[in-house]
């Protein structure tokens, strides 16, 4: 609030329940970011791991894992 005057860009993350308390500032503009789906939870791990050949039984177990949040997928 003390910088209100001022052309400003403030990003922060969220665990889900915790932006509630930001909802009342006039400034407040959510985004949303989804969960990846499989496919892409998938794809991501199989570029992380860089091998040749990962079978499709750990990209499966990776995505179910991660919930398809890329930062544990990373």
């Known amino acids: 609030k ?5 052309p400003a860009l ?7 329940g915790l932006e ?8 407040y503009n959510p985004v949303v970011l989804h969960p990846l789906s499989e496919k892409d939870s998938k ?3 199989r570029h992380c791991i ?6 499709e039984e750990l990209l ?3 995505a179910l ?3 398809g ?3 544990y997928i990373e």
């Open 43 to 45: 794809r991501l791990a």
């Open 50 to 55: 860089r091998a040749s050949h990962v079978p």
């Open 20 to 27: 509630k308390e930001f909802e009342n500032e006039s400034r």
């Open 60 to 62: 499966i177990d990776i």
């Open 2 to 6: 003390s910088i209100s005057y001022m």
């Open 69 to 71: 949040n890329p930062l």
């Open 65 to 67: 894992k991660s919930s």
């Open 10 to 16: 403030v990003f922060a993350a969220f665990r889900p």
